[in-house]
Every structure is written in structure tokens, then in C-alpha cells.
């Protein structure tokens, strides 16, 4: 009987503690803040101020590891406020991963979040991105379909998924969205490493004198 080599498997999750930047973006009164506050502390937020800006930290476990959150609950989107456009730029750059929500009881936030969506798409390039349809649970006032929520996850630029939730009923929907883009990091970044080592290796290999002239006859300028 022939010995079976074993093969390890290369597995897209990290082999220790790892933090995780998440910023939540919308438009102001979408429930940004009851859905953070309910994912950080468990508890629903009826009545708050507008935020101008809060993070939190929160510790989680993803398949088995510890993962460390920093969750940034943002300013509500004006898109015709230059100044906080571009400090949202700048907050987008300096995370992970995003939480896009509107609320399906207005149809202006489902518009900035198009616009929130684009702003991504084009500062945090194939970073995870969540879309989440909040007030879920206010079915009277809906004036966003749910097929609507979809459609514009499906056509974005981002790497995006689509969610339904409501923060006043409880914790699980936030923490399956939260779950979600850890994962679609930990995939990312694995995705990154093999692509890095495949260079690599690539350029690390040995290359015959014929080989490289070619090489550089095809990339300098040719000169009469």
C-alpha cells in the first residue's frame, strides 16, 4: 500500500489575535447609533443625541479566534457639505471594513447610501462591505423594498452583502453582519498573501540571459 502524503490545507484565518476597523456610515437618523450601541452593550437606544462621532471596542470570537473590534459609529452623510465629505474620505482610508446603512422608512438614506457606496468603492477598493436595510421591523412605514436593498448591493463596485436588521429587536442581526466582514477580511488578506508569495516566487526564480533580454527589450524604449 502506497503512503498518502497528507496535504495541509492553507487556511484564511489568522493564527492569532486580530483587530479589526470597522466603520459605520449613513445618513443621519438611519439608527447607526442604536445599532452600534446595540451590538457593543446589547441594549437598544430609543432616544440619543446626533452623533458627531463615537468608536467603540468591542471583543469577538470568529471561528474560534479572538478577534478585537474597533467599531466607529460616524457623523450622519450630508454629501453637499464639502468639509465632512472630506473627512469622510479620510475615515473611510483609515479602516477595514464598512457598514453602510439606510433606513427602510426613507428613501433619501437609500440614496446616500448609493452615494456612501461609490465613495468606497473608489478610497477602499475590494475592502468588505456590509449594506444594511435598518427598521426592518417597521413594516407600516416601508417605502424601500428589500429587492431594492439587493439590486444595489449586487450592482456596487465594493465587495459587498446585503442585510436586513432592526436594532430594537435585539443584538443577532448586527453580530451576523459584524461576523460577516471579519471573515470577508481574514479571506481578503489570504487572498493578498498568496498573491505576494506568487510574486515572489516569480521574481525569485532564475532567469536565462536570452530571457531577461527579451524582458527588457519589451518594457525600455527603443531608441533610433
Excluded at 436588521?165 to 493578498?192: C, F, N, P, Y
Amino acid at each position: 500500500m502506497k503512503d498518502v502524503k497528507k496535504v495541509k490545507r492553507r487556511s484564511s484565518f489568522p493564527s492569532k489575535e486580530s483587530t479589526v476597523r470597522v466603520a459605520v456610515l449613513g445618513e443621519a437618523s438611519v439608527g447607526k447609533s442604536a445599532l452600534t450601541v446595540q451590538f457593543v452593550c446589547g441594549r437598544f437606544l430609543s432616544e440619543y443625541d446626533p452623533t458627531l462621532e463615537d468608536t467603540y471596542t468591542k471583543e469577538i470570537n470568529v471561528a474560534e479566534k479572538r478577534v478585537k473590534l474597533h467599531v466607529l459609529d460616524t457623523a450622519g452623510f450630508d454629501e453637499e457639505d464639502a468639509a465632512r465629505s472630506l473627512h469622510r474620505e479620510a475615515q473611510v482610508r483609515a479602516n477595514d471594513a464598512f457598514v453602510v446603512v439606510y433606513s427602510e422608512t426613507d428613501r433619501c438614506s437609500f440614496d446616500s447610501a448609493r452615494a456612501l457606496l461609490e465613495l468606497v468603492a473608489r478610497s477602499r477598493p475590494n475592502a468588505p462591505v456590509a449594506l444594511v436595510a435598518n427598521k426592518s421591523d417597521l413594516a407600516q412605514f416601508r417605502v424601500v423594498a428589500e429587492t431594492e436593498g439587493r439590486a444595489l448591493a449586487a450592482e456596487t463596485a465594493c465587495t459587498c452583502h446585503f442585510f436586513r436588521t432592526s436594532a430594537a429587536q435585539g443584538h443577532d442581526q448586527i453580530d451576523s453582519v459584524m461576523d460577516h466582514l471579519v471573515r470577508a477580511k481574514w479571506a481578503r488578506d489570504a487572498e493578498k498573501a498568496l498573491a505576494h508569495k506568487k510574486r515572489a516566487r516569480i521574481m525569485g526564480r532564475s532567469v536565462s540571459i536570452p530571457e531577461l533580454r527579451k524582458t527588457i527589450l519589451r518594457w525600455v524604449p527603443k531608441f533610433a
